[in-house]
C-alpha cells in the first residue's frame, strides 16, 4: 500500500514562531504537493515539487516555502506563523503520468491540523 | 476564470436512497477528472477517475461518475447509500496535463439517516 505519512496530526503554535511540517513517502514518486483545507474552499494547492530540489507555487504560496533535500521528503514551512495560518495541512504524492497510466493519481497523508494562536 | 462548482455544500439523504453528487468544471479543454471522499479525521482518498473513453466511470464503494461534456459536469452518483457512505466528497480536475495539479471544488458534506 502507498503511505503519505505526516509529522503530527495536531499542532499548537505561537503568533511569529517558525513551523515545520513533514511529509514523507514511501511510493519513490516524483511529484509531491502540500496543499490547506478550510471549510468552504476546498483545498488549495501550497506549492508543489516535480523532483528533488524543484519547487513551483502554487495558488497560495505567500507566507509559506518548503523544502525538498530527498525524494521521499517534502517540507513546509510556516516562517512566521499567523493566525490566518490556522487551518487543515495535507501533503499527497504522485508519480508522473506516463500515457494514460491507470495508476495516476494523488495520494493523500492524514493532514495536520494547525492552530496558531 | 478556471473552476471547479460543487452547488451542494451539504446533503442529506436516508439510507438506501439513491445519490447524486454534482460537479461542474469551467476549463477550455477536457480535463482530468476525479472524485475523492475525505471520511471524518482522515485524508483524501479517491474513489474514481476519468481520462477519456467511456464517459461512465465505475468506482469503488459502489460508485460511479459520468461524464457530460456538454455540460461540462462529472456527477458522482451511488443507487443505495450506507451509513458508512457520511463523509465530504470533492470533485477535482487537473487541467495540467500530466503534473497532476489538481484544482479542488469546495466539497459537499453527506449527511446519511438511518
Known amino acids: 500500500d502507498v503511505k503519505v505519512t505526516q509529522s503530527s496530526r495536531y499542532l499548537v503554535k505561537r503568533t511569529g514562531e517558525k513551523v515545520f511540517l513533514e511529509c514523507v513517502q514511501d511510493?519513490?514518486?516524483?511529484?509531491m504537493f502540500w496543499y490547506r483545507q478550510d471549510p468552504g474552499l476546498g483545498l488549495r494547492l501550497i506549492y508543489f515539487?516535480?523532483?528533488?530540489?524543484?519547487?513551483e507555487k502554487g495558488d497560495i504560496p505567500e507566507g509559506y516555502s518548503v523544502s525538498r533535500e530527498k525524494k521521499e521528503r517534502f517540507s513546509l514551512i510556516l516562517e512566521s506563523a499567523s493566525t490566518n495560518q490556522t487551518s487543515m495541512y495535507l501533503c499527497?504524492?504522485?508519480?508522473?503520468?506516463?500515457?494514460?497510466?491507470?495508476?495516476?493519481?494523488?495520494?493523500f497523508g492524514p493532514g495536520t491540523r494547525l492552530t496558531v494562536t | 476564470a478556471q473552476s471547479v462548482t460543487q452547488p451542494d455544500i451539504h446533503i442529506t439523504v436516508s439510507e438506501g436512497a439513491s445519490l447524486e453528487l454534482r460537479c461542474n468544471y469551467s476549463y477550455g479543454a477536457t480535463p482530468y477528472l476525479f472524485w475523492y471522499v475525505q471520511s471524518p479525521g482522515q485524508g483524501l482518498q479517491l474513489l474514481l477517475k476519468y481520462f477519456s473513453g467511456d464517459t461512465l466511470v465505475q468506482g469503488i464503494k459502489g460508485f460511479e461518475a459520468e461524464f457530460k461534456r456538454s455540460q461540462s459536469s462529472f456527477n458522482l452518483r451511488k443507487p443505495s447509500v450506507h451509513w458508512s457512505d457520511a463523509a465530504e466528497y470533492f470533485c477535482a480536475v487537473d487541467p495540467s496535463g500530466g503534473y497532476n495539479k489538481l484544482i479542488f471544488g469546495a466539497g459537499t458534506r453527506l449527511a446519511v439517516h438511518p
Open positions: 515539487s516535480y523532483d528533488v530540489k524543484m519547487k
Open positions: 499527497a504524492s504522485s508519480s508522473l503520468m506516463v500515457g494514460l497510466s491507470l495508476s495516476y493519481e494523488q495520494y
Open positions: 511510493m519513490d514518486h516524483e511529484n
